[in-house]
């Protein structure tokens, strides 16, 4: 069993076996460098919808719901075995820096790195999105998440 557990998951801890699986949900949180409102524009917003849509239909990775912030994006994204979340994400910059750069905007763009987490089995991915989708309201830009414009469902995610 250990020995089966370390072939499908490499590096992880046997007893961890459970929490991943081959294709896991991420919630991903990527920032703006110095938390600057440039992200928030249908512009943006079109360019990931077009990012997402090329990526599912060429390499089947699937982003389903998520948040475009003024400073920062939400997302969740699977992907196929063996799919490397890091390029993709890169990917994903690169693809909005040129939309931004298309703008006028100059600099650097992004905060390196990015915040990911593996949804687990007994996670709700209803209750991330509530928490990604109630963003908009919090910060005060609208009164309720149906009024933001930046957000949305690219693919269906099933979670089951």
């Known amino acids: 069993m250990v020995k089966d557990a370390q072939r499908s998951y490499p590096g992880k801890p046997p007893r961890l076996r459970w929490v991943f699986d081959d294709t896991?949900?991420?919630?991903?949180?990527?920032t703006v460098k110095d938390r600057r409102s440039l992200l928030a524009s249908q512009a943006v917003t079109d360019c990931c919808i077009r990012f997402a849509e090329i990526a599912y239909e060429r390499f089947g990775i699937a982003v389903g719901r998520f948040v475009v912030m003024p400073d920062h994006l939400h997302l969740f994204v699977r992907g196929p075995i063996?799919?490397?979340l890091d390029a993709w994400i890169q990917s994903l910059k690169a693809a909005i820096t040129r939309?931004?750069?298309m703008?006028?905007?100059?600099?650097e763009i992004w905060q390196r790195g990015f915040f990911d987490h593996a949804?687990?089995?007994d996670e709700s991915y209803g209750q991330k999105w509530e928490y990604a989708r109630q963003n908009p309201v919090r910060k005060g830009l609208c009164k309720r998440p149906e009024e933001w414009s930046y957000a949305g469902e690219i693919v269906l995610i099933d979670r089951a």
Not at 24 to 30: A, K, M
Request: a neutral charge; aromatic letters at 14%.
């Open 119 to 121: 949804l687990r089995s």
């Open 82 to 84: 063996g799919f490397e």
């Open 103 to 107: 703008g006028g905007e100059q600099g």
């Open 24 to 30: 896991p949900l991420y919630f991903v949180t990527t």
């Open 99 to 101: 939309s931004l750069r």
